[in-house]
């Protein structure tokens, strides 16, 4: 396979907001250039997760690559990089664009610029890309394309009139989107007489040919055979395959500067391999590493418990297998006294945790339960240490405690005016900072910063619901702020439930507390003496629900005589239950804690 001339190779992602049709981009593209015929088509062709398919969104980001004959007459290589529009993702979005030179901005011609629209678009400017605005859509009855080219250009700031107006779905223009790509996207630079240097973008494991390595090439080539180091790591390799993805896995025999491809070196585990890692040459290694990513940093944690303690094995290796194919995602071992052994893991979102979850239960057909989620907090005790608290059940003495920080957030949310309101008053109930309010058109966009222990449990639903399914939201972490945060744990006859204790704001505290034990008093099913289900704060409590007894008629047995029979009788049941109080263990069914988890505004 020869080099192909950086000038004829366009190194591009897809960036947009939630369901604009990247994916549908994606598929028209590869039609158009035969990267595979038409009866291996299929919808979403490179969403090749069953969950990917079924909630229509991109959760990884995948690679392709094309050829395609210009009417320059010239035949381009095209990679393209598919990504996720979901702020959780935003992670694989960040490391994609570090690969490219150049993005497609699409926007639903029918929408108009939406709040992820924007923290992509961003993304894309700070790698430095040049950007193309692409309206999709335009067959709807309700696409607006000249009012849309005017809010990109206010909101955004780039040129739109020049857009190209195309529809996804039924293949108009898509011609017009290739021939941009090839003529107002630049190449890629490189060298390729220098030494080896390529950056890795992703790695993934496959049980045939062991952990599979999406690399982008800057300088130098790599062929089968090669001896490679990873810079970082320091470990040495030797390359057994070397490939492009059209969508389908092709081998190649080398690639050269400015490409886009896949290495397998016998690999064993993918934790041997850092993403935004270097790899280089062993003989000949290169003096300095390429700039890598930041390491994607877990913002929401909780814990998963096996309903059945038999399963505790099947879970750690399903774990593991996971995060061989999502380094984003930690966990690490934990005990509760309630649930046995589990893990707390740490996910980027609620979305990242939801889509973890229904992955444990169908690839790994595992039944688990989820603890509340929570935040990382930074504690700073009396002596001056500072420790991560991942867990509120792990929280030290209050006395022990000179502050506890959490951690804040920018969101960003635009909303039609209809919704403004009771947007802003949900952001003003949730503690927020109005930063900034801007109108384009009949548009609202506000920027709010908002605590996010606040967020995590059910902003996101609230805000779909307000807003009637409107408003669309985006946020990015903006350091951590001293609070007045306590720690409220739930006793139920008396004993402390670990697994729904949680961390509140003080002004919150006894309305959420308050919430759980009307819950938990539904949900818990009656014994034969009473139960208290409290909250509390320290030693105050501050919530109480009393469950009842149920009843056992045990004079029914007495037929005539004294009265003084019965009353012993009554008197006996009385002490048993005392001492079964005193006694008795509560057994909390796992429903119960599922519902309980589910707090609702």
């Keep these: ?281 062993d003989r000949v290694p290169a003096s300095e590493a390429l700039a890598g990513f930041k390491p994607s940093v877990p913002v929401v944690w909780c814990g998963l418990f096996p309903v059945d303690a038999d399963d505790f094995e099947k879970l750690r290796e399903s774990l593991g297998k996971l995060r061989l194919n999502d380094s984003s995602f930690h966990f690490e071992m934990e005990t509760s006294a309630a649930l046995g052994f589990g893990f707390r893991c740490g996910f980027l979102g609620l979305l990242h945790l939801e889509i973890i979850q229904e992955r444990l239960s169908r690839e790994f057909d595992l039944d688990l339960i989820a603890t509340a989620p929570s935040v990382v907090y930074h504690l700073k005790r009396n002596n001056g240490e500072v420790e991560e608290l991942h867990n509120p059940s792990d929280m030290p003495d209050p006395s022990l405690i000179a502050e506890i920080q959490e951690p804040w957030i920018k969101a960003t949310i635009m909303v039609p005016d209809d919704y403004l309101g009771s947007i802003l008053t949900l952001c003003t109930d949730r503690r927020g900072q109005q930063i900034d309010l801007t109108y384009v058109g009949n548009r609202a966009m506000a920027v709010y910063r908002l605590p996010l222990n606040e967020v995590v449990f059910d902003f996101y639903d609230r805000l779909k619901s307000v807003s009637r399914g409107y408003a669309s939201f985006d946020y990015s972490l903006d350091g951590y702020e001293p609070g007045d945060l306590v720690r409220i744990t739930i006793l139920v006859n008396g004993d402390q439930v670990d697994a729904l204790s949680f961390v509140a704001h003080r002004s919150q505290a006894d309305k959420r507390g308050r919430q759980i034990c009307e819950k938990l008093k539904d949900l818990i099913p009656r014994q034969l003496f009473k139960i208290a289900v409290q909250a509390a704060i320290g030693g105050r409590v501050v919530a109480r629900e009393t469950i009842g007894a149920m009843s056992k008629d045990v004079t029914a047995k007495c037929y005539g005589g004294d009265i003084s029979r019965k009353r012993k009788l009554l008197e006996k049941q009385k002490e048993g239950k005392k001492r079964m109080r005193q006694f008795g263990k509560v057994d909390i069914p796992q429903s119960a804690f599922l519902a309980a988890l589910k707090m609702d505004g």
């Excluded at 995948?62 to 010239?74: E, F, P």
């Excluded at 080896?196 to 045939?208: E, P, R």
């Design 1 to 281: 396979m020869t080099d192909t001339p950086l000038a004829l190779i366009r190194n591009f992602s897809i960036v947009a907001h939630i369901d604009h049709g990247k994916s549908t981009l994606a598929d028209r593209l590869i039609q158009h250039t035969g990267g595979l015929t038409a009866r291996e088509m299929s919808e979403q062709v490179l969403d090749n997760m069953d969950l990917e398919k079924e909630r229509g969104i991109t959760i990884k980001a995948q690679t392709v690559r094309l050829s395609y004959l210009a009417k320059d007459g010239q035949t381009y290589q095209l990679n393209l990089m598919d990504t996720p529009g979901h702020v959780d993702f935003a992670y694989e979005v960040s490391r994609s664009l570090a690969a490219c030179e150049g993005s497609l901005l699409v926007v639903d011609a029918s929408q108009g610029v939406e709040a992820q629209t924007l923290a992509n678009v961003y993304h894309a400017m700070d790698a430095g890309h040049e950007i193309v605005p692409v309206l999709n859509k335009i067959d709807l009855p309700a696409a607006e394309p000249d009012k849309v080219k005017q809010q990109i250009e206010d909101v955004i700031g780039i040129d739109a009139s020049d857009a190209i107006m195309i529809s996804a779905k039924t293949g108009i223009n898509i011609e017009g989107v290739l021939e941009a790509i090839v003529t107002r996207l630049p190449p890629p630079t490189g060298d390729a007489s220098a030494t080896l240097k390529a950056l890795v973008v992703d790695s993934w494991y496959d049980q045939y040919l062991g952990v599979v390595i999406l690399v982008r090439i800057k300088d130098g080539h790599i062929k089968k055979g090669q001896k490679i180091r990873m810079m970082a790591r320091g470990s040495v390799h030797h390359v057994e395959q070397v490939g492009v993805f059209t969508p389908k896995m092709v081998p190649a025999e080398t690639m050269g500067p400015g490409e886009m491809g896949y290495i397998t070196a016998a690999i064993k585990t993918v934790a041997d391999v850092s993403v935004g890692d270097t790899i280089t040459d």
